[in-house]
């Protein structure tokens, strides 16, 4: 296996990522898709729409590389937290909030066949863009808001890209994820990464919380038996589809 699933500190990247990484990271890990990249992704830069629809990315990224190592491009329709824009003309003596890309690099900046994607860094965090028409350097854009299911979540993202347009701090989004939650995302996908290597139950469970929890009781009845069984389960369910789960918030009721 890459992944090094006996090193607690190899998994420090997966508790530190965003949402966007956190779900790029369990994508990764699934056969069908690597063999999806290998047989058709990697050819060519605009995915074909089975593969968006499959995968529910836009452009090609390597399984073989993590969130720190490439730009990840999720599909508007997967991840509601992409802003799309399009540029307007202020009247005079209106205050300019301007989308800055002269300084992106290719790999943050790409053309697709809906328009242009880009993911900015501002203030060490990340923005996504959905250019509706082709960017201008320094242009002037306003944020479109369908009034959709994911109004709420586009519109907090519309606006914290503001703020951090404005120089001030974007603040909280309205979707995160808990210090426990993601140090239960980074075990199941350790616990994962031992089962696809090969690994037995008891063998994870013994470098995931130690063999002298295990030695004095019957492994067969043991509650950690149970509990590595699943973390396995939920790091395949993660893989396999879950990770649109944590790209697509919970509908707000209240």
């Not at 009247?91 to 992106?104: C, E, F, N, W, Y």
């Not at 965090?125 to 250019?131: A, K, M, P, Q, T």
């Not at 996908?189 to 139950?201: H, N, P, V």
Request: glycine fraction near 6%; include cysteine.
């Amino acid at each position: 296996s890459k992944f090094d699933w006996r090193s607690p500190s190899a998994y420090d990247r997966v508790e530190e990522a965003d949402i966007t990484g956190l779900a790029w990271e369990c994508l990764r890990r699934n056969p069908n898709f690597q063999a999806d990249h290998r047989s058709t992704a990697k050819t060519i830069p605009n995915v074909s729409p089975d593969f968006r629809q499959r995968w529910g990315l836009f452009f090609a990224a390597d399984p073989s590389r993590s969130y720190l190592e490439q730009t990840i491009f999720w599909a508007p329709e997967v991840l509601p937290t992409v802003v799309p824009v399009r540029p307007v003309s202020l009247a005079v003596g209106q205050s300019r909030g301007t989308l800055d890309i002269g300084d992106l690099t290719e790999g943050q900046l790409r053309q697709g066949p809906d328009g242009w994607h880009a993911v900015l860094l501002l203030h060490k965090v990340e923005h996504r863009v959905w250019f509706k028409e082709a960017p201008v350097v320094a242009g002037t854009y306003a944020v479109e808001l369908p009034l959709d299911r994911d109004f709420e979540f586009r519109a907090d993202a519309g606006r914290r890209l503001w703020r951090a347009l404005n120089g001030r701090s974007p603040g909280p989004p309205l979707h995160s994820l808990s210090t426990h939650s993601r140090r239960r995302l980074g075990l199941a996908l350790r616990a994962l990464d031992a089962r696809i290597d090969g690994s037995t139950y008891r063998e994870i469970a013994e470098v995931l919380f130690g063999t002298e929890r295990i030695a004095e009781r019957d492994w067969r009845t043991h509650d950690l038996r149970n509990r590595t069984i699943r973390l396995v389960q939920s790091g395949l369910a993660l893989m396999r589809d879950g990770y649109r789960a944590l790209l697509r918030p919970p509908s707000r009721k209240k």
